[in-house]
Every structure is written in C-alpha cells, then in structure tokens.
Nanobody
Framework: QVELAESGGGLVQAGGSLRLSCTTP????????DRWFRQAPGKEREFVAA???????DYDESVQGRFTISRDNAKNTIFLQMNSLKPQDTGVYYC??????WGRGTQVTVSS
C-alpha cells in the first residue's frame, strides 16, 4: 500500500497564503495526471487543480487565478500554492497521484 505524505495545511486569515505539498511514489507510467481535491464539512469531495506529466494545468473556476499547482520531479513532490484565500476555501485537501493513490488529507482553515 502506497502512503502519500501531505503537509502545509493550517489556519490562516482571509487573504493569506498557504502552500501544500505531497510526496509522490516512483512513477510507473510515462503519462499521468496528479490532482488536488478538497472536501468541506458536510459536502462532497471536489476537484481543485490538476497537472499532467507534460506540465499542463487545469483549475476549478473557484480557484482560478488564486491557486497554482506545480511539481518538482527531482523531489517527487507536487505543490499547491494557495493565495488570496477565502473562508469558502476551508476544508480537508487531498492529493491524488496518477488517479490511483490518495493522500490522507491536510486541514486548511481560513478565518474571516
């Protein structure tokens, strides 16, 4: 069983920033997509951002222009830089690697 280490969550005021990170296992495919999801209390898990093996990115419209997903292949890590945070960004954030592996989640709380 592959365990992914996530970090970077915390409590921040509205307008602040956080950077999440997630270590990835050794790649088994040459083409893959890594994603971040989040789940707010009482709501379903929802897509936040994605990055492909070639570096193409995609974002939910609610975070477009505020969040940036990136990857450091040398460190086997993906990141989610979150700026201009809003209270509605509060939730548990999960990384999803290659569509196969899930992280345990890291809590992000944005106070108004």
């Amino acid at each position: 069983q592959v365990e992914l280490a996530e970090s970077g969550g915390g409590l921040v005021q509205a307008g602040g920033s956080l950077r999440l990170s997630c270590t990835t296992p050794r790649r088994t495919f040459s083409e893959y997509t890594d994603r971040w999801f989040r789940q707010a209390p009482g709501k379903e898990r929802e897509f936040v951002a994605a990055i492909t093996w070639s570096g193409d990115t995609d974002y939910d419209e609610s975070v477009q222009g505020r969040f940036t997903i990136s990857r450091d292949n040398a460190k086997n890590t993906i990141f989610l830089q979150m700026n201009s945070l809003k209270p509605q960004d509060t939730g548990v954030y999960y990384c999803n690697i290659e569509g196969r592996y899930w992280g345990r989640g890291t809590q992000v709380t944005v106070s108004s």
